[in-house]
């Protein structure tokens, strides 16, 4: 019986790890046809790679606080657009626009953060897709 080469099983190999890459990166986890608004209080700014995290409490329609995780690009991508580590501190009030969740978790892709408190405008550089 004939033994495969141990170069099948290295591309065995990397195809399914670039199936796990491709399936983290893409583009189901968030619709980003609608755009969603939220105003709440920052509790942590995690500049961080691959992606950057906003956690932020938001009152819900009973008044509880409710913790939103919000993903960002990464800390070059941000960098590119003005942001750095001190951007965003825990207590900021802070509107953040949106891509939500696909599936309904409290969530999802920042595209802009308004810091209430001076009015700057932070942008990602993600934008909505327009399509429905």
Request: hydrophobic share 40%; no cysteine; net charge positive.
């Amino acid at each position: 019986m004939k033994r495969k080469p141990k170069w099948f099983a290295i591309v065995f190999a990397a195809m399914l790890l670039g199936q796990q890459a491709r399936a983290h990166h893409g583009e189901n986890l968030f619709d980003r046809s609608r755009t969603m608004t939220l105003t709440g209080t920052l509790r942590l700014f995690r500049w961080s790679n691959p992606h950057t995290w906003l956690y932020v409490d938001v009152p819900n329609a009973s008044g509880q606080q409710e913790e939103w995780v919000l993903q960002a690009p990464s800390v070059a991508v941000l960098s590119r657009y003005g942001w750095n580590s001190h951007a965003l501190q825990p207590g900021d009030k802070v509107i953040v626009q949106y891509a939500p969740r696909t599936d309904g978790k409290l969530g999802g892709q920042v595209m802009t953060v308004t810091l209430t408190n001076n009015g700057r405008v932070l942008t990602s550089g993600v934008q909505a897709t327009g399509r429905s």
